[in-house]
């Protein structure tokens, strides 16, 4: 599903350069949208996959608003996590006719038949963030470097666990080991969870291999390490039985992966509640994360969760949108990627955008500098 790539990134890393190149071959829907229609004329059906998550409402508005200000109509729906609901979502925006689909899925393998009846209409699709799997009707995707993602965060664990310098190089001030961490990973229907794992993997098992890092659960493979659904209560769930398991009699755990902020806050949860220290500065094992939520932003600012990888969900709408209207225009989207992303029947065109670790140090210059978030709001812990 994926091509392994290599490379270490600093605190601000950013996805790796690609040569841009035009997305080839036929759209899904071989007889394509009305491109003489004005935008006025036309609708863009969104399915979003939930609301429960604090990025992907900022998705939907970012998307939203964007695309009325291109003139079009927008037919936007939450699917609460519920892979028939979404399903039901795409059959009514096919049959009311909508220009063209922007689909963010549940479950990239469970819209299959939804995806056939678009092309069979001619309606084109465009997957967000989230690749659609197992159908050649796929136009394009819009997306960030998730393998950079797993990269990210394997390297903010091992900068935390002092293995790496600030520049993100060997430190020669680093600990001898064996150093205990812990592995999580995402939703194993979402394929964005694969490639964040294998980028962390990837990045991690040198470290494994010279015994500098071990994992007492040696629970150390994706399945093992799966969160269904993303939830933050099954994390905590799971990082309370490790503890109580792996770890009884005070043993040391250094530093988990988490692959997203809502696993994070469960996971540090349940090493709070376990007397693991309240802070890092008091022994709170160093925990990763993903998407740079407001009340993870205040955990990081308070020095309890250690790091985060920030996605700017602006610049993913803008470029979902800029495709968008490609499409809807005759003209194909502009893609930096036509390689990587094989959903299991074809490569789908896509173009990737940066990603940025977030720190302690740097979370001010990242986010409340650029006006994603303001200061009050990080002090709060909420917009």
């Given at each position: 599903m994926y091509n392994r790539r290599t490379f270490m990134?600093?605190?601000?890393?950013?996805?790796?350069?690609?040569?841009?190149?035009?997305?080839?071959?036929?759209?899904?829907?071989?007889?394509?949208?009305?491109?003489?229609?004005?935008?006025?004329?036309?609708t863009v059906g969104v399915a979003m996959p939930t609301q429960t998550y604090e990025r992907w409402v900022a998705d939907g508005d970012n998307i939203k608003k964007g695309l009325e200000e291109k003139g079009f109509t927008v037919d936007m729906q939450y699917a609460g996590d519920d892979i028939p609901t979404q399903q039901q979502q795409i059959d009514q925006m096919i049959n009311s006719g909508?220009?063209?689909?922007?689909?963010?899925?549940?479950?990239?393998?469970?819209?299959?038949?939804?995806?056939?009846?678009?092309?069979?209409v001619g309606i084109p699709v465009i997957a967000y963030d989230r690749l659609l799997t197992?159908?050649?009707?796929?136009d394009f995707y819009v997306t960030f470097d998730n393998y950079t993602v797993g990269v990210n965060q394997a390297n903010a664990l091992l900068f935390g666990l002092g293995l790496l310098d600030e520049s993100f190089e060997?430190?020669?001030?680093?600990?001898?080991?064996?150093?205990?961490?812990e592995l999580f990973a995402g939703s194993l229907d979402d394929n964005n969870a694969h490639l964040f794992w294998q980028g962390a993997i990837d990045t991690l098992q040198p470290f494994f291999d010279d015994g500098t890092l071990e994992v007492p659960s040696g629970q150390m493979d994706i399945d093992q390490a799966a969160t269904q659904r993303w939830e933050?209560?099954?994390?905590?769930?799971?990082?309370?039985?490790?503890?109580?398991?792996?770890?009884?009699?005070?043993?040391?755990?250094?530093?988990?992966?988490?692959?997203?902020?809502?696993l994070s806050r469960g996971i540090l949860n349940a090493l709070q509640n376990a007397g693991r220290g309240d802070t890092i500065e008091d022994g709170l094992p160093i925990v990763t994360g993903q998407d740079a939520e407001i009340a993870s932003i205040k955990l990081i600012a308070d020095g309890v969760q250690h790091s985060t990888i920030f996605k700017d969900t602006r610049n993913l709408a803008e470029q979902a949108i800029i495709s968008t209207e490609s499409i809807l225009t005759g003209e194909e989207p502009e893609a930096n990627d036509t390689e990587t992303y094989d959903n299991g029947v074809k490569v789908v065109p896509s173009y990737l955008l940066e990603v940025q670790m977030v720190l302690q140090s740097n979370y001010e210059e990242i986010l409340v500098e650029t006006g994603y978030y303001t200061e009050e709001q990080v002090e709060a812990g909420q917009l």
């Open positions: 990134l600093g605190a601000t890393a950013t996805a790796a350069a690609l040569g841009l190149a035009a997305c080839g071959g036929e759209g899904a829907g071989s007889g394509g949208p009305d491109t003489d229609a004005a935008p006025s004329e036309q909508v220009s063209a689909l922007l689909i963010a899925s549940i479950d990239g393998a469970s819209l299959s038949s939804q995806l056939d009846a678009a092309a069979a197992d159908s050649e009707n796929v060997p430190s020669p001030d680093a600990p001898e080991g064996p150093l205990n961490v933050q209560e099954t994390a905590q769930k799971r990082m309370e039985t490790l503890l109580t398991t792996h770890y009884a009699g005070g043993k040391e755990i250094d530093g988990v992966l988490a692959p997203a902020d809502p």
